[in-house]
């Protein structure tokens, strides 16, 4: 296992599109490690391949519930709308309020290639969003509302 390298936003691999996990072999597998400890090294609760340097798609989540590790992640339904706070491993410094659904349903498969759904919502639902998005080279940056007020209360 190893800490990778967490491309940051001026690295053009973040604007690609990743490709579908065929084989699920040790390479994959090396990289669910790698990103697992990347993640965790970097204080983060989610890191998709593309942020370590490899286009496949994989990404890891932890909101502080226990690792979720997902290959060939799909929202196979969104919910409700939410809009909080973001920030990003490969944007350091930048947040900014981006709305996403309160609630999704994610269709992936995990380490063994069994295919899965996972019911989520709020953080939860946000950090698997926001992978996803990663893995189709889109940053959360792309959908900042802009000059947007949250109370505080």
Do not use: W
Request: proline residues 3%.
């Amino acid at each position: 296992m190893a800490i990778r390298m967490i491309r940051k936003d001026d690295d053009d691999i973040l604007r690609k599109i990743s490709k579908k996990v065929e084989v699920i072999d040790e390479r994959i597998l090396t990289l669910l490690e790698d990103m697992k400890e990347t993640m965790y090294d970097a204080d983060g609760v989610g890191l998709a391949a593309p942020q370590v340097g490899v286009l496949r798609r994989v990404a890891v989540v932890d909101i502080g519930e226990g690792l979720i590790e997902l290959i060939n992640p799909v929202i196979v339904f969104e919910g409700g709308e939410a809009i909080d706070e973001e920030g990003c491993l490969s944007l350091p410094g930048i947040n900014g309020a981006v709305c996403r659904p309160k609630k999704v349903i994610v269709r992936a498969q995990d380490r063994y290639g069994k295919t899965f759904e996972i019911t989520a919502t709020d953080l939860l639902a946000r950090a698997f969003c926001h992978e996803i998005d990663h893995l189709n080279g889109i940053l959360f940056t792309d959908k900042i509302i802009p000059d947007y007020k949250q109370d505080k209360e």
